[in-house]
Each structure stands twice: as C-alpha cells, then as structure tokens.
C-alpha cells in the first residue's frame, strides 16, 4: 500500500476503495460486502474473441479499482485482482491456458516512456507478474512502443486501427522454446493495441498469440476507444 494511503488511514481511518465507506474491515483495499462483489464478478470471465480473454467486465467496482491501478499509484492491486480472478489454479480462465502449450511468455503492453516515468511503474507489467506467478510463465519485455503523436481524437475506429499497426516493435529475439505468447493489457476494447503488438509479435515468428487483460469494455464511444488503445487519461 502507498506511503500517502497508510498516512491518511491513520489519520482518519480506512476507506473502502469500491464504496468508500469507513472500516475496520478493509482486506486492505475493500470492504466485505466489495470483496464478495468482486470475488463473484472473478468468476465470470469474459471472452470477446476466441484468442481473447478478459478477467472481469466492468462495472462500477471494476472501474474503480483500474483507474485506481492506473493513477492513483496503487500497483498492488495488480496481483489483487488477478488473485480473486478466474486466472487461479482450477478456475476456468486457468484450464483455458492448461491447454496451451507451455511454457508461456507473458508479454505486458508496453507504456509510452513519458508515461512510464510520471507514473513510475507499468500497470500492464504488473498484471503479467501476477499472472505469471499462477501460470506456468514468465514475463518478457522485448516488445517496445514507438512514439506516436498524431492525434487520434477526430479518427473513426477503422482508421485509428489502422494507425496503431505500427506502434509496436520486438526488439529482442523470442527465446527459444516459447511458442505461446500471452499478449496482457489493462483494458480490452476495440481490441486495436493488442493486435497491433501481436501483429509485431508475428513479423518474424511462428508463435501461438493469445490476449488476456483485467477488465473488458464495449467500445460505446470513440473516447472511450482512445483511452483504453493509447493509454490517455480516463476521466
Ligand atoms: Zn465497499
């Protein structure tokens, strides 16, 4: 937990992160009744595509706790989420990866350098730590970002696809040995940012790519399309 979070619990004590309500009972980031809440959504996975995987749906609670991920400097809650997910040995996301060949690279989406150093950690890249530390996998960070300035707002979702082909580049040869890839992202709409790091993925390599991100999320408007695709800020 953060260095600000534990200060301000011990001043006016805990708050939960889903309802806010103030307790003693925080598991250290939700309350019982938000816990069951998403303990139960952890069990309904969601798959758009057949490649694809997403942990949770978004709701509220969902929401929440990502942006909470994202920018309010809460990268623990990462493996939390993974942990109360259906990714758990036994559960159903877990003996969809049984299938697959192993051993898995698990292969965060990378951030752009200048969002890296203002948040000072990669919330994608903590999803593919906690992931891996319950599949048979281990993470691999030769994918890089290019930069990319132009701006997105006024493209429709084909264009914007399309502009995004390129923005990812494999700067390090994949070890030998690993035919399934696991693509992990934060949030999956369009679908756009993924294929386009699989589409990198797959220049020069036979590799069996499959998607898995924390939380899925229709695609209802182009803003919401360009915040989860290029990582802008999420009101
Ligand atoms: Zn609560």
Not at 9 to 14: A, D, E, P, V
Not at 106 to 119: F, G, H, V
Not at 219 to 234: G, I
Request: proline share 5%; glycine share 6%.
């Amino acid at each position: 937990m953060p260095l600000v979070r534990r200060i301000s619990n011990f001043i006016f004590g805990s708050s939960c992160l889903g309802c806010g309500l103030f307790t003693e009972k925080l598991d250290p980031w939700l309350c019982p009744s938000c816990r069951e809440e998403l303990i139960s959504l952890g069990k309904e996975p969601f798959f758009p595509q057949e490649d694809v995987v997403c942990l949770y749906t978004m709701n509220s609670l969902t929401r929440r706790l990502v942006h909470a991920l994202k920018y309010h400097h809460m990268p623990g809650l990462a493996s939390y989420l993974v942990k109360q997910s259906a990714a758990c040995r036994g559960r159903e996301v877990f003996m969809w990866f049984d299938l697959l060949k192993k051993p898995f690279l698990l292969i965060p989406i990378p951030l752009s350098s200048s969002r890296y150093r203002e948040r000072g950690y990669n919330q994608t890249e903590k999803i593919a730590f906690a992931l891996a530390s319950h599949l048979e996998g281990v993470v691999f960070h030769g994918v890089v970002r290019r930069s990319f300035s132009e701006s997105q707002t006024k493209l429709s979702v084909e264009e914007r696809k399309r502009n995004v082909a390129g923005v990812f580049e494999l700067k390090k040869k994949i070890p030998e040995g690993r035919s399934t890839c696991i693509i992990i992202d934060d949030v999956y709409t369009t679908g756009a940012t993924t294929k386009a790091c699989s589409y990198a993925l797959l220049q020069e390599n036979k590799l069996d790519v499959k998607i898995c991100t924390l939380l899925f999320e229709k695609p209802v408007s182009a803003k919401l399309d360009l915040v989860a695709d290029h990582d802008v800020e999420w009101d």
